[in-house]
């Protein structure tokens, strides 16, 4: 993805050359807050690996993500300033932090993958000034979820940037096809969607995969992985869920089944299905 002083540099001509740093969604955030948010997501990924965590550090970052966390909170209907804050406590206090961590790190994600649905929507009916804005917001909010496709990178491809390349082209053509909306924008938009959707599907088989590695040896170990995969079904859920509510619900049962009863076998199979076209591997 965008090196950070790059990144850094983009973001503020953007700032200078959009005539103001709002998105283009209707009580609209501003681009300097995605940003913030993005950046915050990104060091607390850094911090929650160390080998002594700093949780201190953590909660002032997880402050820079509030205000992007509560409008998609009220947005949304969910409940992530209170998920994330009540991990976050427990983290600190020492309950089950491993575990905890993930509610943090991949419910940021999800806030982050529907912040990017929420600009593309209104993208798609914004005068071009608006569009260009929105755009301008989804590239911050790949940003923020920019190690997750490293990650899958490295587990599934051999640290090809596959995805990550493939998300970067994805933005590419999103900030190309702003000035000119209309199906441009829509068939940009798809890219960036399917590159998500990928991404996130590999990422839940490959903690049910861990599961299966480990679930005879190491169940701590399973609980961190189960929750990591329950969280990033959340991000490819709702396609899956609109495409056929019974894929949905049999994937729902996987995920909330005993370790023992877990198949990746299974999982891909209807991962497959309710994500057609896309390449799982």
Known sequence: MLSRSVFAAVGTVLSVALGGMDCAGAAPISLAQVKAFAEAEVRIEWL?????????????DYEQTLAIVNAVDAREQTRYAAELAEALDKCEAGTAPKVNQQVLAKGLQHVAVLGIKHELDAALTAPAPGRRKG????AAFVEGISPTFSRRDADYFGGKKILERAADDAVAQLQAAAGEGGIALSAA?????????RTYALSVLYEVSEIEKYRDTDPAKCAVKLKEAQIFYRIIGPRIQRRSPALDTKILAILNAAYRNMSVADLERLLRAGLPG???K
């Open 48 to 60: 929650r690996r160390r080998k002594t965590v700093d949780w201190a550090a953590i909660r002032s």
């Open 135 to 138: 755009v301008a917001c989804v």
């Open 278 to 280: 896309i390449h799982l």
């Open 189 to 197: 938009r798809r890219v960036l969607e399917d590159v998500i959707a």
